[in-house]
């Protein structure tokens, strides 16, 4: 019983890694291409620490988003992701860092996510 628990432990640690790098890789690269974003790479657990910095943007609805909960719920919105922004941690609603959870979407999930995150930023004036 020890091998298979310790298989299934291995799959699940390797697909969580493989989204979160996926996730990391797709922030990064729209970095690359001038959004205002940024993540920090992967160490374990399941969550990512993404920057969304989109505070003083407009809406395609002419909505201001004026908090970093403001950018989150134009992102669950218009991408349908939610992230935690870290003012559910303590920080100021200024403060424009996410923490993202792999830890029940699939490799699938994440990789479906990134083209709406970038459509969705591409729409803020």
Excluded at 40 to 67: F, N, R, S
Excluded at 77 to 90: D, L, T
């Amino acid at each position: 019983m020890g091998a298979k628990v310790n298989n299934y432990l291995n799959w699940l640690k390797t697909n969580i890694q493989n989204s979160l790098n996926t996730l990391h890789e797709g922030f990064q690269q729209l970095k690359a291409e001038g959004f205002n974003v940024d993540s920090i790479e992967p160490m374990g657990a399941i969550y990512l620490t993404l920057k969304v910095d989109y505070t003083g943007k407009t809406t395609p609805d002419g909505t201001l988003l004026k908090t970093s909960a403001d950018i989150n719920f134009y992102l669950i919105k218009e991408a349908k992701v939610a992230f935690v922004p870290f003012s559910a941690f303590g920080t100021g609603d200024d403060v424009n860092w996410f923490r993202a959870s792999v830890g029940a979407s699939t490799l699938q999930d994440i990789q479906n996510l990134i083209p709406r995150i970038k459509e969705a930023l591409a729409k803020l004036k």
